[in-house]
């Protein structure tokens, strides 16, 4: 099956920091679309981006669109491009690259009508506007076909060793119900060589924002060993996942 624009690696590269819809199979087959929810994290003064709440993959349907726009022998894939404003509401939609614009203005029209965002969050923990990207794919399945693109390629550096942090109780976080309401909060963070952390992005919310920038602040004070690639030399990684965990 092809693919038409943005070709494939774009669209892995577009996925690697992104919440990737579950890939499903198809029972019955048809017109099928699959949601994915793409992060931006090109402003380098937030810790956590304008992001879709959880059930995004819900928000369009085969009906949303013309029958047209459904191509048996290609998959196709387009981008819109959404503000999300501090109050989490959303301000603006947009098409990206060659998203056709009746296309786009289907999608646009129902996630403004289904849609639910979070607003993005900067380091001293306040509120911004921010920009958040669904990839949409539309394809026709036959019965027993997975939806969605396929799987990303392995990033680079992946037969590098991981970064190890020297101090593991800056991952036990207090419990405290006012700002630590998920149990199980997580982030990437930036390694540069000297085991520095450089910059710090929210994965998984602590589900407030003064508990999300309280991760963020104690990634600031972490030291790790770095990462290291085959040769044993010492280099930066980009996109570490650290995991914590809340005291019961």
Not at 75 to 104: F, H, M, N
Not at 132 to 150: M, R
Request: aromatic share 8%.
């Amino acid at each position: 099956m092809r693919i038409v624009a943005p070709s494939l690696m774009a669209a892995a590269a577009l996925l690697s920091f992104g919440n990737g819809a579950s890939a499903q199979q198809s029972a019955t087959g048809g017109p099928t679309v699959t949601i994915y929810a793409l992060d931006d994290y090109g402003d380098s003064t937030v810790i956590r981006p304008a992001r879709a709440q959880p059930g995004y993959q819900e928000w369009l349907t085969p009906a949303d669109f013309p029958a047209e726009a459904f191509d048996p022998e290609r998959l196709r894939y387009y981008r819109i491009r959404l503000v999300v404003g501090p109050d989490a509401s959303v301000t603006d939609c947009q098409p990206i690259g060659e998203t056709p614009a009746e296309i786009a203005a289907r999608a646009c029209e129902a996630v403004l009508t289904r849609g639910r965002f979070v607003h993005a969050l900067d380091s001293s923990g306040a509120a911004k506007s921010g920009t958040h990207t669904l990839g949409i794919v539309l394809q026709v399945l036959k019965p027993g076909d997975w939806a969605g693109l396929s799987p990303a390629p392995p990033p680079l550096g992946w037969r590098n060793t991981k970064p190890v942090i020297r101090d593991l109780k800056l991952l036990l976080l207090p419990a405290d119900g006012k700002r630590f309401t998920e149990l199980a909060p997580s982030l990437w963070a930036d390694i540069d060589a000297k085991g520095r952390v450089t910059r710090c992005r929210i994965r998984f919310s602590t589900g407030t924002d003064a508990g999300d920038a309280e991760l963020c602040r104690r990634m600031a004070k972490a030291k790790f060993d770095p990462a290291r690639d085959p040769a044993g030399n010492k280099v930066p990684m980009q996109g570490f996942y650290v995991t914590f965990s809340v005291a019961q």
